[in-house]
Every structure is written in C-alpha cells, then in structure tokens.
C-alpha cells in the first residue's frame, strides 16, 4: 500500500501575495523535499487549491477575511516557486473553503498506509483538511511534519499543532 503526500494551499498569495508572511517562503525547500522523497519512494503526492471566485468579497470567508487570494485564474491562486513544476500530473483539489470535500471523497475511495500534510496554513486548512483526513481513514496514521507548515506568527502555529496532536496527528520535526 502507498503512502501519500497532501500539499496544501503553498500557493502565492499564501506565500508572497495578499496573505503572503515571511515563514512561508522558507518552507519552499523543505516541502521541494519531500514531494521529491514521496515521489522517489513511487508514493503519492496530491495538491489543494484554495479557490476563489470573484465575488470571494461577498462570501462567508470574505466577510471574515476581507482580503482578495486565490482568485481562480490569477496569479495568486498559482502554486509557488518551484513547486509549481512539481505538481505537474498530480492530482490537484480546488477547494472554495478551508477543507476540501474533493480531497474527503478521493480518501474514502482511496487508503493509503499514511496521509502526511504539509503547506499553508497551519491552523487554518491544514488543520481542517487533517480532521478530513483522520474523518476518512480513521485507522490511517495523519502526519504533519512541523518543518513544512507554518501561520502567520508561531505561537498560534504551535497552539495547532498541539490541537492536531490532540487528536492524534503524528506531529513531526518539532
């Protein structure tokens, strides 16, 4: 059985655009790593998208994140840097929320030996597509290494981690 890799959301107007942060651009070499490792071990990798329209302003999420990102078709809804050239014929899930319902339904068709996730950001869509991860494979081990995830400042980043170890994602590299 095969392993798999979920990247979520590294994309640029997470990492150098409108809710862009210092911390994100420093994960880029650490999850280069390992979707090269996932791939060499002939394991899966799958990428999330966060998706939105332009009328983002006028949704739930944009009457509580009053910022424009991942407008579909913009360059801040591209993946970054040279993750981009990663994701070439891997699965990608747009999602115009936190937790991607694709991605739910790809795992309850799919198991896998373990599901890791790694991206941006922590206590936002990796934490919630993490809960969708162990709501569909409940015996699978959920991993998230703590050197390829980060939030907008570390306390809060650390507080989730602690929270997804809570309900028993394997946290690494901390």
Same mark, same amino acid.
């Given at each position: 059985?095969?392993?798999?890799?979920?990247?979520?959301?590294?994309?640029?107007?997470?990492?150098?655009?409108?809710?862009?942060?210092?911390?994100?651009?420093?994960?880029?070499?650490?999850?280069?790593?390992?979707?090269?490792?996932?791939?060499?071990?002939? &394991?899966?990798?799958v990428?999330?998208?966060?998706?939105?329209? =332009?009328?983002?302003?006028?949704?739930?999420?944009?009457?509580?994140?009053?910022?424009?990102?991942?407008?579909?078709?913009?360059?801040?809804?591209?993946?970054?840097?040279?993750?981009?050239?990663?994701? %070439?014929?891997?699965?990608?899930?747009?999602?115009?929320?936190?937790?991607?319902?694709?991605?739910?339904?790809?795992?309850? %068709?799919? =198991?896998?030996?373990s599901?890791?996730?790694?991206?941006?950001?922590s206590?936002?869509?990796?934490?919630?597509?993490a809960?969708?991860?162990?709501?569909?494979?409940?015996?699978? =081990?959920?991993?998230?290494?703590?050197?390829?995830?980060?939030?907008?400042?570390?306390?809060?980043?650390?507080?989730?981690? &602690?929270?997804?170890?809570?309900?028993?994602?394997?946290?690494?590299?901390?």
């Open positions: 059985m095969k392993k798999l890799l979920v990247v979520v959301d590294y994309q640029n107007d997470f990492v150098s655009g409108s809710l862009g942060f210092p911390k994100a651009a420093q994960l880029e070499e650490a999850i280069i790593k390992k979707i090269e490792d996932y791939r060499a071990a002939g &394991d899966d990798v990428f999330t998208l966060d998706t939105h329209g =332009p009328d983002y302003l006028s949704t739930q999420e944009g009457k509580n994140l009053p910022v424009e990102h991942c407008i579909k078709g913009t360059d801040g809804w591209q993946l970054y840097g040279k993750v981009a050239a990663l994701a %070439e014929g891997c699965q990608k899930f747009e999602k115009e929320t936190f937790g991607s319902d694709s991605l739910y339904k790809y795992l309850k %068709e799919n =198991p896998y030996e599901i890791e996730l790694c991206g941006l950001v206590n936002i869509c990796v934490v919630s597509n809960v969708l991860a162990k709501t569909a494979q409940p015996q699978t =081990p959920v991993l998230v290494d703590a050197r390829c995830t980060a939030a907008l400042d570390e306390e809060t980043n650390e507080k989730t981690l &602690d929270v997804m170890a809570g309900f028993q994602v394997q946290i690494m590299g901390r």
